[in-house]
């Protein structure tokens, strides 16, 4: 179990990105639905969105997949976290 003592940079939170998918059911259809709505949300002409907690970045190749003109700018307070996202950022 993660504690808030254990702090940004612990193993346990650095597993996030390979665990999540089997501890909360829906995980990659909540992505997916978001990235729907942001579709229908956004104007065509302008479609920047501002992530921030980025985390795995689940959210980011969701939206890439279902709106691939988004401009997309992620922020996450953890180093790791934010060195995922920018990894995954220069393979799509």
């Not at 179990?1 to 597993?15: A, H, I, P």
């Not at 639905?33 to 921030?52: C, D, F, M």
């Amino acid at each position: 179990m993660f504690s808030l003592n254990d702090g940004w940079q612990s193993k346990k939170v650095l597993r996030y990105p390979k665990t999540i998918h089997r501890k909360v059911p829906g995980y990659q259809t909540t992505y997916q639905l978001t990235a729907k709505l942001l579709k229908g949300k956004l104007p065509h002409h302008e479609r920047n969105v501002l992530l921030i907690g980025a985390v795995g970045g689940e959210e980011l190749l969701n939206i890439l997949a279902i709106i691939p003109d988004t401009k997309l700018t992620a922020l996450d307070p953890s180093e790791k976290m934010s060195i995922w996202v920018q990894a995954l950022h220069c393979s799509s």
